[in-house]
């Protein structure tokens, strides 16, 4: 079996693309993970996924210890099989979830202690239980457990924060399970102060992982802040390992980070604003609920080759939305997703051909034009 590696075929400024090699296969970056939270993209198939072009999905131990339980999961084969997934996971530790839809949190050194969202059930999650959990999973990249503080803490309350996750990361190192081909990522944490994003990277580095993450961002601080916080902490990640900005974002948020050094993303905007009638196209934004497309023939996207675009005309999903017909959100989410992809896809292409900030700029002044309404 190959052992987990990262390998850079070109940069432009800042911006590189490569691969990263796993125990499941390989993905180029810089990569978009669609976000299978409970073991599935929310209405798409495993096979309708990888048609998107994804190469790798991301899960959720939070999510996945409360049900089916990542025990059930090992004892039906590992998250790739239950989910018919032949590609590369990468899964979330929970921490950010912890935060965000536990009840009752209580944080030690040892862990977090909190309530199930789902039925109010107690759990205690450590860092080395959160590390077994995404072994039983099999996951190809584990995410240290990390405490994720809420955007506007004050500075020293994310100093405490920042402690406990770098004392967690320690010991995530000391309870992963090395073998060929998978990783263990740690968390840079630090709220929006400089100073601590970098003291993070620092000891995370002193730590030693295969990657790194950027966490704590996309939760309120806006774009501008956080492409601040980026260009004070990607600088003083090690620039032969992959950079991973967590929960992030719009197609412009993941364009920028890009140009800012970072190599994977993940977010549930594709696949949540597909459930709502939101599609993403080359001329920006659109509402598919929107009257003016209810005898729109044309597809969402004329550039799109997938699904929705290529067998469905606007007319047909905004019928599909008023109706609260299911088939409108699974194809409006398979556009969005392709569209992310094709979006990646065409990054790396112009990072290769040392043309990013021509792209960029091309990009948005297309999405600035917007949509343009039936004839």
């Known amino acids: 079996m190959t052992d987990f590696t990262f390998q850079i075929s070109a940069r432009d400024g800042a911006a590189r693309t490569g691969q990263i090699m796993t125990a499941h296969g390989p993905a180029a970056t810089p990569a978009f993970m669609p976000v299978g939270t409970a073991a599935t993209v929310k209405g798409m198939t495993a096979p309708d996924v990888a048609a998107t072009g994804a190469q790798i999905v991301l899960g959720n131990t939070y999510h996945l210890m409360l049900r ?5 999961i090992d004892r039906l084969g590992g998250l790739h099989k239950f989910m018919n997934w032949p590609g590369p996971i990468l899964t979330d530790s929970g921490g950010y979830q912890v935060m965000s839809l536990s009840k009752l949190r209580t944080l030690t050194e040892r862990g977090v202690m909190f309530q199930s969202h789902i039925d109010g059930a107690s759990y205690h999650l450590t860092p080395e239980r ?13 995410m240290v457990l990390d405490e994720c503080p809420a955007y506007g803490g004050d500075k020293d309350a994310v100093a405490r924060s920042l402690d406990l996750t770098l004392a967690w990361a320690q010991r995530c190192k000391d309870a992963f399970v090395k073998r060929p081909g998978y990783a263990l990522f740690g968390i840079v944490q630090g709220g929006v102060f400089d100073d601590l994003r970098q003291r993070s990277a620092e000891s995370l580095i002193g730590i030693d992982f295969p990657g790194y993450a950027v966490g704590g961002l996309a939760v309120g601080e806006g774009q501008e802040i956080m492409f601040r916080v980026l260009e004070s902490s990607v600088p003083h990640l090690p620039a032969d390992r992959p950079r991973y900005l967590m929960g992030v974002g719009t197609p412009d948020d993941i364009l920028g980070a890009v ?18 009638g939101k599609g993403f196209t080359r001329r920006g934004e659109i509402n598919i609920r929107n009257a003016r497309h209810a005898e729109d023939p044309r597809p969402i996207d004329e550039n799109c080759a997938c699904l929705a675009c290529t067998g469905y005309s606007r007319a047909y999903l905004n019928h599909l939305f008023k109706a609260e017909e299911m088939l409108g959100a699974m194809l409006l989410t398979r556009h969005n997703v392709t569209y992310y992809q094709d979006h990646m896809r065409d990054i790396r292409a112009a990072i290769a051909a040392g043309r990013l900030a021509d ?8 999405w600035s034009k917007g949509d343009i309404p039936p004839i």
Do not use: Y
């Open 359 to 366: 792209f960029a700029a091309e990009t948005r002044a297309e």
């Open 68 to 72: 089916p339980s990542a025990e059930r």
């Open 259 to 276: 140009t800012r050094g970072i190599d994977m993303f993940d977010c549930v905007m594709p696949t949540r604003s597909g459930r709502t």
């Open 130 to 142: 959160a590390v077994e959990i995404q072994h039983l999973l099999d996951s190809d990249i584990t």
